[in-house]
């Protein structure tokens, strides 16, 4: 955390940060990673990121924690009343950046069991707002 009290807290879990960060993210940043979203493409390593940390979640017996951060994201962003930069966002930039928010989400819960390579594809998006999510490579 910096002197002005931002950044993770010491008991602070990465899917809490993400929940935190998600709430103050400005149009611009959600804009960033709907472009980020667009430029993975269909790449078929996204998709195998993607079934290997649903795969995980689901090994691990994390399931309903996956079902409920899932409800709690979309009430941030579309459901009842989303968050004001959210909603400014809301159509095809706000449904691309909540979809790399969904994914990042299920990376990070995945991530005990996830490989470093996928754990970064899934995250890649939602990284260009949040660059605290990269994770670091395994040498570092």
Not at 20 to 40: N, Y
Not at 58 to 85: F, I, M
Not at 112 to 129: D, E, I, S, T, Y
Request: charged share 25%.
């Amino acid at each position: 955390m910096d002197i002005d009290g931002y950044g993770d807290r010491p008991d602070q879990s990465d899917l809490d940060h993400l929940l935190e960060d998600c709430r103050s993210l400005s149009p611009a940043g959600i804009e960033r990673i709907a472009s980020a979203w667009d430029r993975r493409g269909s790449d078929p390593i996204f998709v195998e990121a993607e079934r290997a940390a649903l795969h995980a979640v689901e090994s691990s017996e994390h399931g309903e924690l996956w079902d409920s951060t899932r409800n709690q994201l979309l009430g941030l962003t579309e459901r009842g009343t989303p968050l004001v930069s959210w909603g400014a966002e809301h159509g095809e930039i706000g449904h691309k950046a909540e979809d790399a928010l969904l994914t990042a989400a299920l990376a990070l819960l995945a991530r005990p069991k996830l490989n470093h390579h996928h754990a970064k594809v899934l995250l890649h998006p939602m990284a260009q707002a949040l660059p605290w999510l990269l994770p670091p490579t395994p040498s570092e």
